[in-house]
């Protein structure tokens, strides 16, 4: 492979040319971003979930985008469940956000009862724990901004894994 500004040879893996110093294209023709495309792919495997934007109205969105960001909020899952009855776009992210919530309210039941548990029985392995179980709440965090940017972009996407349950209809 050649640096694309120089002409001069480059080696297996190179980011950067060595005589230049500019960044080496990848397969997809960007500069550099290895890490950064393999993530992205990983990302959007991750997220590959079903799409039914095309069973909403363009007014149920544009009226729903309030309420359906609040439905990924916490508790606040409860304003759109008992204020928006009949707007269906509404109704599908409620019923996500209350799948998220909830799964958020065991989690944090179970890490307190296994942090507490290991705190009495083995204590630097609560320590542990719980440092480990408190990053891992971050995909909590994650959740709720895949869901948001969904309805800020006006689409009915599930959330990955959790997004098959169906407790409201």
Do not use: W
């Not at 495997?45 to 960001?69: C, H, K, L, P, W």
């Not at 009495?120 to 901004?145: E, Q, R, W």
Request: net charge positive; aromatic share 10%; proline share 4%.
């Amino acid at each position: 492979m050649f640096c694309q500004k120089c002409g001069k040879q480059l080696g297996d893996g190179a980011r950067f040319c060595p005589s230049c110093g500019a960044p080496v294209a990848n397969d997809s023709g960007q500069p550099g971003g290895g890490f950064v495309n393999q993530a992205q792919e990983a990302f959007d495997r991750f997220n590959n979930t079903e799409d039914t934007s095309s069973a909403y109205t363009r007014q149920q969105i544009d009226d729903g985008r309030v309420m359906g960001i609040l439905a990924y909020i916490g508790f606040l899952v409860l304003v759109p469940i008992l204020a928006e009855k009949n707007n269906p776009f509404v109704r599908y992210h409620a019923n996500q956000g209350l799948v998220l919530f909830l799964g958020e309210i065991l989690y944090a039941l179970l890490h307190r009862v296994l942090v507490r548990v290991f705190l009495v029985t083995v204590f630097p392995m609560g320590i542990v724990l719980n440092m480990v179980l408190s990053i891992a709440s971050l995909v909590f965090v994650a959740y709720m901004v895949i869901g948001i940017v969904n309805v800020c972009c006006g689409r009915a996407k599930e959330l990955p894994i959790i997004g098959g349950i169906h407790l409201i209809r």
